[in-house]
C-alpha cells in the first residue's frame, strides 16, 4: 500500500512551503518528497555525532572525529597531483608538540582557499590517519568535512542525521527542507491511548522528532537497527494502517454481492470423470474451498497458488463449470496469448466433450472471429460460453458473468485486475458481481499474500501429481557451449524436443531484470538493448542451425505478433519443430510433454522465480529431464547463490523463499504487483510482534472507534485504498 502520512494539521498547508525555490522542489521531488509531510517521513539512515569536540592528542588512527583547529597555513601543491594542503593545530591541545595535523583537498575550489587564512578557527570533522605520502608533520585527514566557527559558536545539541539523498540533493539541503516540514506539521495522535500503553509505544509526533533529532544519549545503535521505541512507533503505525484497511476491505466485500453458485452440478461432475487422471488430494482440497466461496452470495475473492505443474488448470476448470452449472459464464484470462491459446486448446478438448461452447477472444484473432466470439458471449450460447482471451479486450460485455479466473495473475498488474473487476460487474445485474478466482505459480508466503493482497483468501496446491521426474540442473560455464551442443544433438536425436531460452527479450515494464536498476535507467536501456536482444536471439538461432545441420529449429520472440508466436508453439507442439530458441516469452504456462530438455544461455541475468518458471517447460513428459544452466562468470554473488539454489531444488515454495531473502519483499513482488506500494518501514520477517500488535489493535479499533480508524487510514493511506480492493 502506499504509505505515507497524511495532514491532520499543517500551519502552512501548501506544499511549496517545504521547498526554496521550483529547483529544490524538483530535486526533492525525484526522491519523492512532494510536500511537507513526505518530508517529515523521510527518515535518517544514520547519525553523526557532532556534539562533541575531542582533543587530537586522545584520538587515535582511524577514529572518526571532531576537532576544533586553529590555521596556521596553507599551499597548494602540485606533487604527486594537485592539491590543497592546510596546516593547522588542535586549539585545544595541552601540549603544542600534539597538536599538529594537516588537511588536504584533492578536489577544491579557487574560492575555498579563503577559508584557510591563517588564524581562523575551524571545526573540522574526518578520519585521522597516520602521516603517510611524505607528510613529515605527521597526522592528517584527506577531505574533512569542516566549518569557520567563532570563539563562541555553540556544538549542535542534537545527533546530526544523515538522510538518503538524491542527485543534487545533499544533507544540508536535505536538512533544511525536512526542518522547516517539522515546524510546519503537526501530527495529530490517530491511535487510543489505551492500546499505545499497552505496546509501550510513544506518541507518534514525540516518536517521529525524536527519529529525525535524536538527543546524544539516545542509543545510535537502536535508532539505526530501528529497534528503538519510536522507530517501533512507526513501523505499528504503517503495519495498523495496514491491518485497518485489510478489515475494512473485507467488510466491504461482505456489503457486496455476487451470484451464488451452489455446487454439485451435473457437469462438474461429468467433467471429473472422464479426466484421464484422478485429482490429488491437494486439488481436491482446493477445489472444496473453491466450491464453498463460490457458493456464497458474496464475491469470492481467491488465490490459487501451486508450484509449476502442481496442476492448477484442472481446478480451474472445474470452478469454471460450477459456474456454467448454475447457468452464468466464466471466462479465463491468460497474460499472454501463447499461454491464452495454450488454455483454450486444454479446455476446449476437455469441455467440449461436455457440450459446452467455449468463446476463444484475442488480439491476433481476424475480425470477423472476433465478433462472433463476441456475439457468443453477448448474447445466445452465451450463458454457458467459456471466453479465453490474452488481454482485456475492450467492449466485450458478459451476459451473465459469474466467474473470472485470472492466471498468472502476479503478470497483471494491480490496475488491471481492478479494470476487469469493474468491467465484470457492468455484465451482471447491477448490485451483483461475479467471484474471482487469481492464480499463480510464484508462491508468496503467507505474511506477504496476508500483507499484500488485501483481502485475499489463499488456497495451496502443495502436492504434484504423481509421475513426476525430477529434473536435473546442471551448472556450465559458458566455454564449454560445445559439449551442450552435443547434448541437444542426442536429445534430438532420441526423438526429443529442446527448449534453448536466450536472455531477456522484454516488454518495458516487467519486474524481474535483474540486478535491480532504477526504472529511469530501466527503461532506457529496454528500449536501446531490446534491438540487442533479439538480434542475439536471431544469432542463436543462426549459429544453432550451422552445429546442427537438418534439425528443424524455431525461433519465438516478444516481437513476433501474437498470430505468429502462436504458430511456431503449435508446429512445436506438434513436433514439427525439435529445438525452439526461445526468448522468455515461454516462460508462463507453456505445456509440451515430449520436451525434455532446456538450456538456458546467460542464466545468470534471470530471477530466480523466472528460471524456476522456466525450468517447470521441461520434466512434463514420461523422458528424464535436464536444465542447463550456461553462465558467463564472473559471477556476482547473489547471482552464484541463484543458481545454486536451482540446482539445489526443484520445489517452488524453497525457491521463493529464498528469492524473498535474496531480494526483499520490494523487489520480490515488483511494482505491478504491489501497485507501487510497499512496506516503508516495517519488515515482515523481524517485525512479527508488531504485525500481530498491529492486528489486534486494527480489530479493536474497527470495533470502537471508527472516527480513529479514519484519521489513520487519512494519514497512511492518502486516498491510495482503492488498491486495495483489488
Ligand atoms: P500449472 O499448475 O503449472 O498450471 P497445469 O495445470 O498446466 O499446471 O498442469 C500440468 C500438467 O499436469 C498438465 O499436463 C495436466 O494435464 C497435468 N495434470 C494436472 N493434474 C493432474 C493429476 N492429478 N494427475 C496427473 N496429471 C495431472
Ligand atoms: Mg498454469
Excluded at 510536500?35 to 523521510?42: I, K
Aim: overall charge positive; aromatic content about 4%; glycine content about 8%.
Amino acid at each position: 500500500m502506499p504509505v505515507a502520512p497524511a495532514a491532520t494539521r499543517t500551519k502552512k498547508p501548501e506544499a511549496a512551503s517545504v521547498s526554496r525555490g521550483d529547483a529544490l522542489a524538483a530535486r526533492l521531488a525525484r526522491i519523492g518528497l512532494h510536500d511537507a509531510f513526505d518530508c517529515v517521513l523521510h527518515l535518517p539512515l544514520r547519525y553523526e555525532d557532532e556534539t562533541r569536540v575531542v582533543s587530537l592528542a586522545d584520538a587515535r588512527d582511524g577514529d572518526t572525529v571532531q576537532i576544533e583547529a586553529v590555521v596556521r597555513d596553507h599551499a597548494i601543491q602540485y606533487r604527486p597531483r594537485r592539491q590543497l594542503v592546510v596546516q593547522v593545530d588542535d586549539a585545544g591541545a595541552r601540549d603544542p608538540r600534539d597538536a599538529g595535523l594537516t588537511l588536504r583537498f584533492l578536489h577544491f575550489y579557487g574560492s575555498q582557499v579563503r577559508h584557510f587564512s591563517p588564524g581562523t578557527l575551524l571545526r573540522i570533522r574526518g578520519e585521522l590517519r597516520g602521516g603517510g605520502f611524505g607528510s613529515v608533520f605527521g597526522r592528517e585527514m584527506i577531505h574533512p568535512h569542516y566549518g569557520v566557527i567563532e570563539r563562541d559558536t555553540p556544538l549542535p545539541d542534537r545527533l546530526t542525521p544523515v538522510y538518503p539523498s538524491g542527485v543534487g540533493l545533499g544533507q544540508a539541503a536535505l536538512r533544511r527542507a525536512i526542518g522547516k516540514a517539522l515546524q510546519s506539521v503537526t501530527l495529530d495522535e490517530t491511535v487510543p491511548e489505551p492500546w499505545l500503553r499497552r505496546h509501550r509505544l510513544p506518541p507518534i509526533d514525540e516518536a517521529i522528532r525524536l527519529i529525525h533529532n535524536p538527543p546524544p544519549d539516545v542509543s545510535q545503535e537502536a535508532l539505526t537497527s530501528r529497534s528503538h521505541p519510536a522507530w517501533q512507533r512507526i513501523k505499528f503505525d504503517e503495519l495498523l494502517a495496514q491491518q485497518l484497511s485489510l478489515a475494512k476491505a473485507h467488510a466491504r466485500r461482505r456489503l457486496r454481492t455476487a451470484p451464488p453458485l451452489p455446487g454439485g452440478g451435473v457437469l462438474v461432475d461429468r467433467f471429473v470423470r472422464q479426466l484421464p487422471f484422478a485429482l490429488t488430494r491437494a486439488q481436491q482440497r482446493v477445489s472444496a474451498e473453491i466450491a464453498d466461496d463460490l457458493a456464497r452470495p458474496h464475491p469470492m475473492q481467491r488465490l490459487l497458488q501451486g508450484d509449476v505443474g502442481s496442476g492448477k488448470t484442472v481446478v480451474a476448470a472445474i470452478a469454471a463449470l460450477q459456474a456454467i452449472d448454475a447457468g452464468y459464464q466464466a471466462v479465463l484470462m491468460a497474460p499472454t496469448e501463447i499461454l491464452a491459446e495454450q488454455h483454450f486448446r486444454k479446455l476446449a478438448e476437455w469441455i467440449e466433450a461436455l457440450d459446452v461452447p467455449v468463446a476463444w477472444l484475442t488480439g491476433s484473432l481476424r475480425k470477423k472471429q472476433k465478433a462472433s466470439a463476441r456475439d457468443a458471449i453477448e448474447a445466445g450460447d452465451a450463458r454457458r460460453a467459456l471466453g479465453t482471451h490474452a488481454l482485456l479486450p475492450e467492449g466485450v460485455h458478459f451476459a451473465r458473468l459469474g466467474l473470472a479466473i485470472i492466471d498468472e495473475q502476479h503478470r497483471f498488474g494491480v490496475g488491471q485486475r481492478l479494470a476487469l473487476r469493474f468491467k465484470a460487474r457492468a455484465g451482471v445485474a447491477a448490485d451483483r458481481e461475479p467471484h474471482q478466482l487469481m492464480m499463480s505459480a510464484t508462491p508468496i508466503p503467507r505474511t506477504l499474500a496476508m500483507t499484500y493482497f488485501a483481502d485475499l483468501e489463499v488456497s495451496t496446491i502443495d502436492q504434484q501429481p504423481p509421475g513426476r521426474r525430477p529434473i536435473v540442473t546442471k551448472l556450465i560455464e559458458a566455454t564449454r557451449r560445445d559439449d551442450v551442443i552435443e547434448r541437444v544433438r542426442h536429445a534430438l536425436a532420441e526423438g526429443r524436443q529442446v527448449y534453448w531460452v536466450c536472455p531477456l527479450v522484454e516488454d518495458a515494464d516487467r519486474d524481474e531484470p535483474e540486478p535491480p536498476r532504477s526504472p529511469a535507467k530501466r527503461r532506457a536501456s529496454v528500449s536501446s538493448s531490446e534491438k540487442l536482444q533479439l538480434q542475439n536471439a536471431i544469432d542463436t538461432r543462426d549459429a544453432l542451425a550451422v552445429a546442427l545441420p537438418g534439425t528443424r529449429i524455431g525461433l519465438v520472440h516478444g516481437r513476433l505478433s501474437g498470430a505468429d508466436k502462436a504458430d511456431v508453439m503449435r508446429a512445436f507442439d506438434r513436433r514439427e519443430i525439435g529445438l525452439l530458441v526461445a526468448t522468455t516469452v515461454i516462460e508462463v504456462g507453456v505445456d509440451v510433454p515430449n520436451a525434455s530438455l532446456m538450456v538456458i544461455e546467460h542464466a545468470e541475468r534471470f530471477g530466480l522465480a523466472q528460471l524456476h518458471q522456466l525450468r517447470g517447460r521441461v520434466g512434463r513428459g514420461p523422458a528424464d529431464s535436464a536444465c542447463i544452466l550456461l553462465f558467463q562468470p564472473p559471477l556476482s554473488p547473489t547471482a552464484k547463490q541463484r543458481l545454486r539454489t536451482m540446482r539445489e531444488t526443484q520445489d517452488g515454495f524453497a525457491i521463493a523463499r529464498k528469492d524473498l531473502e535474496l531480494r526483499g519483499p520490494g523487489e520480490f513482488l515488483g511494482h505491478r504487483q504491489s501497485g507501487e506500494a510497499l512496506l516503508r518501514f516495517a519488515d515482515l520477517q523481524s517485525d512479527q510482534a508488531l504485525v500481530d500488535a498491529a492486528r489486534e489493535t486494527a480489530v479493536a479499533m474497527s470495533r470502537d472507534d471508527p472516527a480513529s480508524v479514519d484519521r489513520h487510514l487519512q494519514r497512511w493511506l492518502r486516498g491510495g485504498d482503492e488498491l486495495l480492493k483489488a
